[in-house]
């Protein structure tokens, strides 16, 4: 005997399950903006309880007329807790594994908090840097997954700073870093973020007493960087870390000098 | 002896403490657009923990050259957890107290979730609610604090309905509630949103099946109403709940057959 | 007899002029998030075509059931051109009129965009500002209106400059001023603008070569200024001003060394 | 003998042109997130002035330490007027040019309006789209520039329709195209969102009277199409265009029954 809500369901007809006749495979279909909770693994192995914004979605054949969208929500449910990187290649396996699909997308962003100790004093607060998870999985075992950061940073101009008699501009910074890991190895976000960190003029911090301040300012002044510095520190970073297999660099800065911004980009594929 | 911070910071002037002399008190002066986590409580007492958006700030004598800034966020390392409603009132106070000034604002906005099963296979989910928290607290032990949310509903068009052989146009809407509680009362987020969700003319829902969607589609058909509808019933039931001494509701709907949306809004002190 | 639309309306049941038994009357009820094209006048007496994102509502009695939405997308289409800011007055006359309401809410904010010659060089670019008009119109005749420009420009901290040995955090802040213009006096947006740009410690700009670079540079250093000096120097200037009756100030600076922002407010009534 | 400009700029230090020892080519360095009005052609060949969010960059070699971002703006204060959708081309080469740079990278988005009847009273008012023009160049002479639109309509869920007694859940929809032109050939921006206009539902308008709302309320629910329908039906309309050598296309429903978004996409390179 069947449960009843498949009963219930089956009185009705299934019209996603109808066949198409336009001969036309969709490439993605699926739910997008939509907000859940998520335990993300921080660096102890504790979770961190924190809000995605997850996009789900599958390949669809051309014979088939719709998917079945209520089965994403359902996936979302039963998602790994606390989530490591990885668990995303799962969450895609039970997505494609769910809606029966050849392939199955997946990604999500949230903001990730570190404990930042302030330079001088060691006063701690929190820092919010967005971070993100993906994975693609295909009809043929063939599988991907990624992990990204956006780390805020500040970046000060060598060029000002040589041609002025005094002072330099500065800015806030996103720094960005999505990478693939090597087969078989793991990292952390926090891994991520320190190798992405170093990359700037100076560090950002939550709380700054006096003599922090101090200390940041003149940090800023004696490490000067172009964007274009900046996004090559960047590269060089994941160059050196032999668990990174593939990676995209930017840097965004938001120029106090004028009313746009800066950005720098390198994406490379480094065939580990 | 002074303890180490509290003598380092000392050797280094404090401009913010030095006099001004333009004869202007600031009404507001603090930190915006701050992401810091907290955990809000739920109706059962338990804890959710989500992730805020923080403005913190305080008015400045007109004889004081600045505020310190660094003292918000000290405070926001020790928020009440987990936070009732009321606890806003509380962070103001302690905000007040930290920067010695005569005022204190506080406001946080954060995804409230709330499980959600649907109507038919009872199937559960979760909605995310935009919930909010804000207090002032002034010199002479006046204060005020509001909590509201932000509920996502369809509203369904009568005149469409009325005037169309079959049909009617409907869309996702976005219904708002901002009130403040009566001296000595208390409101759970979850109890808001219960009276502000039963203004639509259905409600949302994370995972529907083909039974649900019935329902759901059955039901705002019998249920059609304006943007004027929604927002007087949510009035209505602002004014039924005795707990309830001000508020503000605001219907916002993403009208299907336009780019643009219809909104209406009523606000209203019941003097309780 | 009748024009053909007329009639064919009149076949059609009109729901919303039907009565309504809530007793509650509606403060606001009309259309927003709608982008229109509009031709706003210059200093010079031309136009500057833009995008407005318009919000337009009426107050609704207690004993009407809806409003006639269309009607506020007609009055857009005969929008004065261009428009002077006092415009924004006839504008919501014309929808008081239009929708035979007893208050009538217009508000518009678009990009205003102003031509900006680097300081040594003399290279001119534009530089974009938000600007905005808003109107009230009520039964009795009474009406008011305002306009509002957002400003970008630098900040460059008088602490972080005063405690380092060398450089200074500084950042890319905006400049609000909400003013009221006394009765019968007008103001152009480039007056409003102008008045704002002197409060920060320099102004931003589209094109710099090396020498505006330097100078923008030391001249940010020479001027340090908190954002609680921005705002009091906004609010002077605002004083100053003989032709301002109210305003409201804030300045927003998005910190360099930190993830978050800082800011701050002044509202005054000068009573002209 | 010198200009002025060029001779101050001698005196300083030209930082950007010194050599870089990284070993690492940047593949994308310039602006973003800058805002500048640009006049672009209507297809009765007359323009209209928007407000372009410009992003601007060229590629830089391993051994060059920066790149000189003012000459990006100087470039956009010579951007063809009226713009042909190909002209996008010739803006990237301008950047190529005077940035000296392997290679160029141009994408401009802007609200472009046009003026919609509606559908039974023929009342005239005007629909945003969100429109691109993007185009890349490099060393060889190879090149490449696409044009794209966003466009807002309404989609009637056809499972809704069939399982429900009466009503149908419907809802506001965006459908993307992004498409490369054939070599030679040109298209306007009207006859792209022609093409796009027709995958929906039906049509959003500006100004809707009852007679005009029947129609629409009965055209939807006469139509019924998923997000997965529109997609479908998008690709074929790319298909029959000749003029079409590549595409992407989108649609992203704002679910009226959810509080997440549907979607769904095809990319197809039709060897043209």
Redesign the interface.
């Known amino acids: 005997m069947k449960p009843p ?1 498949e009963a ?2 089956q ?6 399950a109808s066949p ?1 006749d ?1 001969h ?14 998520l335990t993300v693994s921080t660096r102890d192995g504790r979770g961190q ?3 995605g914004e997850f996009n789900l ?1 599958v390949s ?1 054949p051309h014979d088939q ?3 079945h ?2 089965r994403f ?2 996936v ?2 039963e998602q790994p807790s606390p989530m490591v990187p990885r668990d995303v290649l799962k969450l895609a396996q039970d997505v494609q594994r769910r809606l029966q699909a050849p392939h199955a997308f997946v990604r999500v962003d949230f ?1 990730f ?1 570190i404990d930042k100790p302030a330079p ?2 060691g ?6 840097v967005r971070a993100g998870l993906s994975a693609e999985v295909g009809p043929t075992g063939r599988n991907d997954w990624m992990m990204s950061v956006k780390v ?1 940073a ?1 970046s ?17 910074c996103e720094m960005e870093a999505h990478v693939r890991i090597v087969e078989g190895a793991s990292m952390s976000f926090e891994e991520l973020i320190d190798r992405v960190e170093q990359a700037a003029s ?1 560090q ?8 922090d ?2 200390w ?3 940090k ?2 004696e490490n000067p960087k ?4 900046i ?3 960047l ?2 970073a994941m160059e050196r870390e032999p668990r990174i297999a593939w990676y995209r660099v930017r840097s ?1 800065n ?14 490379r594929d480094l065939g580990r």
């Open positions: 809500l219930a369901e009185l009705l007809p299934d019209i996603q198409d336009r036309l495979a969709i490439d993605r279909v699926g739910v997008s903006n939509l907000r859940y909770p309880t924190t809000v979605s669809l007329k719709g998917t969208m209520s929500l359902e979302l449910n903001p908090f001088v004093s006063v701690v607060g929190k820092i919010d805020p500040t000060l101009c060598p060029c000002s700073r040589q041609i002025s008699e005094y002072g330099a501009h500065n800015q806030r100076t950002v911090f939550s709380v700054l007493k006096r003599p301040e101090k940041v300012t003149e800023a002044y172009f964007v274009e510095d996004v090559r520190d590269a060089l965004e938001y120029e106090s000098i004028h009313n746009h911004d800066a950005f720098a980009q390198i994406e």
